[in-house]
């Protein structure tokens, strides 16, 4: 199992091709600076979210494994053994 830290998208305008217009990220929490200006940008973007959270999705990143050929998924996030 690997474990991808998470770099979430900040646009600063409506774009209908994200993948190419957006330049600004949220790094993940842990690589923040412990410094009053890195605990002030984590309050900053936690107050912005209803649930007052740092990041709007996958707080925790996202998984990698290697799946055998007969093990079956039901969704992105869950798979079968065979």
């Given at each position: 199992?690997?474990?991808?830290?998470?770099y979430?998208?900040?646009p600063?305008?409506?774009?209908?091709?994200p993948?190419h217009?957006?330049?600004?990220?949220?790094?993940?929490?842990?690589?923040?600076?412990?410094?009053?200006?890195?605990?002030?940008?984590?309050?900053?973007w936690?107050?912005?979210?209803?649930?007052?959270?740092y990041?709007l999705?996958?707080?925790?990143?996202?998984?990698?494994v290697?799946?055998?050929?007969?093990?079956?998924?039901?969704?992105s996030?869950?798979?079968?053994?065979?």
């Amino acid at each position: 199992l690997f474990l991808y830290e998470n770099y979430e998208a900040v646009p600063d305008r409506h774009t209908l091709d994200p993948f190419h217009d957006v330049i600004r990220f949220k790094v993940p929490q842990g690589r923040v600076p412990r410094t009053p200006l890195g605990h002030g940008g984590l309050d900053f973007w936690s107050q912005r979210c209803q649930a007052g959270t740092y990041f709007l999705y996958y707080d925790n990143g996202k998984s990698a494994v290697r799946l055998r050929s007969r093990t079956s998924t039901s969704s992105s996030s869950s798979s079968s053994p065979p």
